[in-house]
């Protein structure tokens, strides 16, 4: 398979408590995106990287949140602190650089209770 | 502020006729387009994309049509099949696409009854 990878595909957390999800983008992708999406949404964008810089931030990316590129591979976005407002889906998704479509992973659900 | 809008929460239309999505931009700054189907448990997919150069963009039975001056986007599905069936999102940037950061409406459920 030569899509997106999201992992976990579903996690459970108790308020408070870290997680960390990863995404493994299109081999050949330059470009990671981070998005969440909340019940009755669109995706909302989080950040985005081209290779290992970050490029841009969105204001919703609180303290607590956290994104990694490292190597310009793979990247994790993690959550300190978990809180119930955190529950949605987190998407991934990757592009080239002169690409203009994203594709995007099938999703990290995140429950906090 | 809500600058991508889809008004229309859902549409049912049967098998064979036509399916027409509409999505509303408030940002004049946006100059790229987009459609993605979403099904349950999948991420979103691309569909099919327009620049604001153009008017009209056309790929198999999906259509994308923009009124610029109006900050009216639609997209008519044409015919419509059951596999249609999914949430359809339009989205908007403006960096003529260079760039997959992207604002999207809330969705449109499409069913499509056989």
């Known amino acids: 398979d030569t899509g997106v990878s999201q992992n976990p595909r579903h996690k459970i957390t108790k308020r408070g408590q870290n997680v960390t999800f990863r995404c493994d983008p299109i081999?050949?992708?330059?470009?990671l995106y981070w998005y969440r999406q909340t019940l009755g949404q669109g995706p909302e964008f989080l950040t985005y990287?081209?290779?290992?810089?970050?490029?841009?931030k969105s204001r919703l990316l609180s303290d607590r949140f956290s994104a990694e590129r490292p190597k310009g591979s793979f990247s994790t976005l993690e959550i300190q602190r978990t809180e119930q407002g955190d529950s949605a889906m987190y998407l991934c998704?990757?592009?080239?650089?002169?690409?203009?479509?994203?594709?995007f992973g099938q999703g990290t659900r995140l429950t906090v209770v | 502020d809500q600058q991508v809008k889809q008004n229309s929460p859902s549409l049912s239309v049967q098998e064979g006729r036509i399916s027409i999505l509409n999505c509303d931009y408030t940002?004049?700054?946006?100059?790229?387009f987009l459609w993605y189907k979403k099904y349950p448990a999948e991420g979103p997919t691309f569909l099919i994309s327009?620049?604001?150069?153009?008017d009209k963009n056309e790929d198999g039975r999906f259509t994308v049509f923009l009124n610029k001056s109006a900050k009216h986007l639609s997209l008519h599905i044409v015919p419509s099949q059951p596999g249609d069936s999914a949430v359809y999102f339009c989205?908007?940037?403006?960096?003529?696409?260079?760039?997959?950061?992207?604002?999207f409406g809330t969705g449109t459920l499409l069913a499509v009854q056989p």
């Open positions: 998704a990757s592009s080239a650089v002169l690409g203009t479509e994203a594709f």
């Open positions: 081999s050949e992708h330059n470009r």
């Open positions: 990287f081209q290779n290992e810089a970050q490029l841009e």
């Open positions: 940002n004049s700054m946006f100059d790229y």
């Open positions: 327009i620049s604001s150069i153009k």
């Open positions: 989205a908007a940037n403006g960096y003529g696409g260079a760039t997959n950061k992207l604002i």
